[in-house]
């Protein structure tokens, strides 16, 4: 899972959890904690601000290695549908489904700009000795619901289709919240 907090268009936060197995309601719970208060990008969320966030919660799935090689590696991304995960050595980074998207970039770009996060050259991904992975991500997006400040939070009415998904990103803004 990742969270990602938003102010007027701009990111304000995004961690997530990834890697160790944990059930969904303790990844959201670590995510949301971690977006409003550790992401070392941007200084802590502050209450103030929560009326004026969107909270999007990206749950992750279909992690795959990438084992084309060299330039091929382009073609095994699809714009849209993956993210990407790299690491070599020490160094590792995430870029969600949704970044490509957002900024309008093609395989080749996204491949760089997770190189670049990553800290590594932005031709590493062409590199075998470079892990490449990619993944699948639902997003659900969401205005902030100044209402969970509120002591009866527990009585929202939440504008999720389905209920799980509503209970549990009502459970990533409480974590905000606290």
Not at 105 to 128: E, M, Y
Request: net charge negative.
């Amino acid at each position: 899972t990742f969270v990602t907090l938003k102010r007027q268009g701009q990111l304000r936060g995004c961690c997530g959890s990834l890697g160790q197995p944990m059930n969904l309601l303790a990844a959201l719970t670590q995510s949301s904690i971690r977006t409003a208060t550790e992401d070392h990008r941007f200084p802590p969320v502050s209450a103030s601000e929560l009326p004026y966030l969107t909270l999007d919660v990206t749950l992750l799935f279909n992690f795959e290695p990438v084992t084309q090689i060299g330039e091929r590696r382009a073609d095994a991304v699809e714009i849209g549908k993956h993210g990407l995960r790299i690491a070599r050595g020490d160094r590792a980074g995430l870029l969600l489904p949704i970044v490509a998207v957002e900024r309008n970039w093609d395989s080749r770009t996204f491949l760089d700009q997770v190189c670049h996060k990553a800290g590594l050259p932005v031709t590493a991904w062409q590199q075998p000795d470079t892990e490449l992975t990619r993944f699948e991500g639902r997003l659900i997006e969401r205005e902030f619901d100044a209402s969970v400040l509120n002591d009866n939070a527990a009585d929202l009415q939440h504008p999720f289709s389905q209920s799980d998904v509503a209970t549990l990103a009502d459970f990533a803004k409480t974590n905000i919240v606290a």
